[in-house]
């Protein structure tokens, strides 16, 4: 069975906007899963890469952009199939940390993931979305637009790291 993936990501949030991922579903034969969603920019933390670095290039991958690596947020963990259900987790299994980061600089672009080839790409577009528009939105995790939106804009940095269960 393959190992746990350790995943970083990057939460920026910018003049009421969240710096957000248009991607393909990974489970496009679920029939309860969109065919795609709204993700932050992040990935699988490389073996010897440490977190910050991890974050910082798979902004750079994914969105063109630069930027600081802030305090940590949450911790997610996800399990797919979901737990409870015969074989939980065989498809999929990973821990995401997600950090506050401020965008430093570069040119947004939609980027692409090294590991697929061109016509494999799952990156469909990268887009600052407007908080006050989140909820016509596929977000996944299932949790982020309640987290994005319960935290003050000027104040996430400062938010105490908050768990979230395969199951939210």
Known sequence: ?????????ALCIKDGRV????HKSFAPEDPELPQSYWILPGGVVERGETL????????MEETGLECEVGTLLFIKELLYPHP???????IHHSVSLG?????????????KDPEYADDQQVIIKVSWLPLTDLDQ?????????????????EEVQNAVPEFFSAMQ
């Open 84 to 90: 409870g259900i015969e074989e939980q987790g065989c």
């Open 137 to 153: 939105y596929d977000l996944y995790p299932p949790f982020l637009h309640h987290y994005i939106l319960a935290q003050k804009p």
């Open 99 to 111: 950090f506050f980061c401020t965008v430093t600089g570069g040119e947004m672009i939609t980027g």
């Open 52 to 59: 910050d670095e991890a974050v910082k290039r798979e902004m």
């Open 1 to 9: 069975m393959p190992q746990v993936k350790l995943r970083a990501s």
């Open 19 to 22: 710096l957000l991922i248009e």
